[in-house]
Structures are given as C-alpha cells and as structure tokens.
C-alpha cells in the first residue's frame, strides 16, 4: 500500500481481549487482520473540478481496466477516486484513493502513475480472505504478514509495468524517495526496488514470448492498444 507517513501498526493489542480461542475468534481475528492490513481510515473523496484532474483520472482508469485483466480479475473489480493526504490506497472492495497532490505532481510521469495504480490492485482484495487461515498471533507476525502482502503487490507492479511496455525505472526512483525510513510493516525500500525489478524482468520475458506467439494478444494488453475483454 502506498501511503503518506504515520500510518504504522499500533503498539496496542490490534486484536482485542478475546482472541485465542474458538471459531468465531478465530473468524474475528482473520476479519481483523484485514482490517489491520487494509482497514485503515480512507482519506476524503474529492470532486474532479480540474480538466487536467479529469483527464488524469480517465487515463488511469483506462489502464485500472488493463491492470485488472493482468491480475486475473474482472474489470469491474476496482475502482478509482480522488482524494486527499494520500498517494494511493485500496480498501477491502477494491477502491483505489489516488491522491490529488500526487497526480498533479506526477502528471507527466505515467510510468509512476500506473505504477502505484498497479502496486494498489496487486494487493488483490478478493484474496484478502486467505488471511482468516494465516492469521498472525503477535504483533511481530501482523508486521511480517503485512511485510508479505506488500512484496505481493511490488512484484505484480513491476510485471505488470513490463507487461504493458513501461518503463520500471521512474517507479524504483519514486519508492525510493518516499520511503526514507524504515517500517515494520515494509522492507527496505532497496530490498522493494529488487522484487519490482525482478517482476518487471518475469513481465517482460512473457512480454516478448507473447508478441512473437500471440501477437493479437499482446496489443490487447499493451500500452497503447486495448481491445476489451472480446
């Protein structure tokens, strides 16, 4: 998740009094889990009184409907809206709050754009879920879980940037900067730039392979072609 600072893991019990034993816990406490990991208060939603705001926004949702596919889900599964004190952040039904401020200051940089947009949508909600099964009993386990999710939508970023014929690189710069210090729930933002890379690199081979099998098929996916779900 690509949040603005102040956002850690708080050093009360995230789970409660009642948490170790019985189903109905248990199913509590995966339902808590995904709230810790993805529940977090959503920033405000904004109304589009800008053109390039507006244009902004029907361009990454053009690429939402791309991502979406590359994930393995359905269009409709996502959605995007303005907002403000963030740079991108998705909630359990799949809404994306891109950040006022960050598009603005982005406008010319698509390969960051679709990048945090990509980042957003690999943390894949419907498998939010699987987490009623691997909850975490300490804080220590909470951090590392929310430390694996990430890595899961790093990788699906840089693939996805390869698969669509982005450049990976403005995304590595742009974590980079915003990730000075370090988080519990985060690797190292070094570490981060290396699993992107390295799924830009699997994005890319399967990039290639498939402009040379599936031609048709890769200007379904590409940047600059997108001929639907037909």
Known sequence: MTRVGGTGIS???PYGPTWTTGTKQAESLGKQVQDELFGKKKPRELDTDDATLTAQLVRLR?????????AGDDEDDYAIALAE???AMIDARGKVYVGKRFLLTFADALDVQVGVLAHEIGHRP???????SAAPRTREDLERLC???ETYADYFAGRALAELGLRVEP????????????HPE????????????DGFADGRRKHELRKKMFPELAKRVSAKHDLGNG
């Open 62 to 70: 053009a690429f939402q409907k791309k991502l979406a596919r590359l």
């Open 126 to 132: 419907k498998r939010w879920a699987d987490y009623k």
């Open 85 to 87: 004190g963030t740079i």
């Open 186 to 197: 985060y690797f190292s933002a070094a570490l981060r730039v290396e699993v992107i890379k």
């Open 147 to 149: 430390r694996t999710e």
């Open 11 to 13: 050093g009360k019990n």
């Open 171 to 182: 995304l590595c710069a742009f974590l980079a900067a915003v990730q000075e210090q370090p």
